[in-house]
């Protein structure tokens, strides 16, 4: 399985737009990168998840380099509610089943 | 729509005992997924359904737990003989199954304490 490298933590200015990376240099061809976020005491919430081509929702934006290696997450105006652990992950091939392994994450702090 | 429902939301159980964890998906979903979060800990796979092939056990750290699946309905997570160390918020999350491109929809969890 494609494995995933991000900081521990980060800080970020409320109103001002948070960039969180990640590193996944193993990954493969047909592994897709997705991204979750959890706040304190509740289930991971869905975010955004790509391929190859950037991707924008209205949570997020997903930047992945060309070569694939590593990805940005950008929420373009954080707010103190987007306070929580964010986790990237390569979801393994379809012959794994499909199955989410989780990292540690980023713990993001927004402040006032 | 209805997200994923779990229940109960707490259950305190003394050491020993046998618990079961009951998990709704959300209608449709044909995957479904069993995770263990310890406290200050990241998620740790359990155990995935999906429609009707064998389920994915690799996750299940003893064989005192196991979990079921009805179809594409309920599923419960059983663990016998409850210790300590199974203390966690026990996580449900259902997916519908298209290669790669069906996120993880989870419920909140049953938070589990064994005194």
């Known amino acids: 399985d494609a494995k995933t490298t991000q900081p521990t933590s980060m800080d970020c200015a409320e109103g001002r737009a948070a960039n969180l990376p990640c590193n996944h240099s193993t990954i493969s061809g047909n592994e897709y990168v997705y991204w979750y976020r959890q706040i304190h005491s509740q289930g991971p919430q869905y975010i955004i998840h790509?391929?190859?081509n950037n991707e924008t929702n209205e949570m997020a934006s997903l930047i992945i380099t060309e070569d694939r290696k590593s990805s940005t997450l950008i929420l373009p105006h954080a707010t103190l509610r987007d306070t929580a652990v964010y986790y990237c992950?390569?979801?393994?091939?379809?012959?794994?089943?499909?199955?989410?392994?989780f990292g540690q994450g980023t713990e993001l702090s927004v402040k006032p | 729509g209805a997200g994923v429902s779990q229940s109960p939301s707490n259950k305190v159980t003394e050491k020993g005992k046998d618990v079961e964890l009951r998990c709704d998906p959300i209608?449709?979903?044909?995957?479904l997924y069993w995770y263990r979060q310890r406290l200050g800990q990241g998620l740790e796979f359990l155990i995935y359904f999906q429609g009707n092939s064998a389920p994915d056990k690799s996750g299940l750290p003893s064989d005192r737990f196991s979990a079921e699946r009805t179809g594409e309905s309920v599923s419960t997570l059983t663990i016998q003989r409850t210790q300590q160390e199974d203390s966690a918020v026990y996580l449900c999350?259902?997916?519908?199954?298209?290669?790669?491109?069906?996120?993880?929809?989870f419920g909140n969890g049953t938070r589990l304490t064994v005194t």
């Open positions: 790509g391929l190859k």
């Open positions: 209608s449709g979903h044909t995957a």
């Open positions: 999350a259902s997916s519908f199954y298209l290669e790669g491109v069906s996120p993880l929809h």
């Open positions: 992950i390569v979801r393994v091939s379809y012959n794994q089943g499909g199955k989410l392994i």
